[in-house]
């Protein structure tokens, strides 16, 4: 990998430092020749501090080490994408990340088709909802509505029509995603089980 650290005077290149596993943006930090090399050495991130004027291994006082677990460069080869694995809240205030945002696992759009659920879950008063009624219906319904979509997918899955087959699955994943929830889970419980399995 070549890394143009000779493009500023400074000798210094821009790295972002990412989660690997949850792909959270966690802070922006500098460094020069030596601290990469010292990162790739010791597999703990190290900067060059331009504050303090000296490689500075992000850790060293607080313990909150970055364990190194991959390292890219981009196109112009003057700035590092730093994948990690966090040991405790990255920034020096004590947040996860620099933007004091949670450093939380999300899956885009499920994720915020959860917190939909969940707002119904919460309001299962509301009569013009769908997924409000199935939770006032309780826990056999919705599960009766799994085994329902479940064999659809599978009925879709042995035709041709792609169509119907994908809107199958979306109904199948939709009604999972409000059992999750009526058993008092979210897919980052399940996503723990499988990695659980690795």
């Given at each position: 990998m070549k890394i143009d650290f000779?493009?500023?005077?400074?000798?210094?290149?821009?790295?972002?430092?990412?989660?690997?596993?949850?792909k959270n943006v966690l802070m922006l930090g500098y460094m020069n020749q030596e601290s990469y090399t010292k990162t790739i050495e010791t597999k703990k991130v190290t900067f060059f501090s331009r504050s303090k004027n000296r490689l500075w291994t992000k850790g060293e006082e607080s313990g909150n080490f970055l364990n190194l677990i991959d390292i890219k460069v981009d196109c112009d080869q003057d700035t590092l994408l730093i994948m990690v694995d966090p040991v405790g809240p990255t920034c020096h205030k004590g947040t996860d990340t620099c933007w004091a945002e949670d450093n939380d696992t999300t899956f885009g759009f499920l994720?915020?088709?959860?917190t939909v659920i969940q707002d119904r879950k919460s309001n299962q008063q509301d009569e013009k909802s769908y997924v409000a009624s199935l939770f006032r219906k309780g826990?056999?319904?919705?599960?009766?509505?799994v085994g329902e979509e479940a064999v659809e997918v599978v009925i879709e899955a042995k035709d041709d029509n792609d169509e119907l087959f994908l809107n199958e699955s979306a109904d199948l994943l939709f009604h999972y995603l409000i059992l999750l929830q009526a058993k008092g889970y979210t897919l980052k419980d399940i996503v723990k089980t499988l990695e659980s399995r690795v």
């Open positions: 000779d493009k500023n005077s400074d000798g210094l290149v821009p790295a972002i430092v990412q989660d690997a596993k949850t994720s915020q088709l959860e826990i056999n319904k919705i599960a009766q509505k």
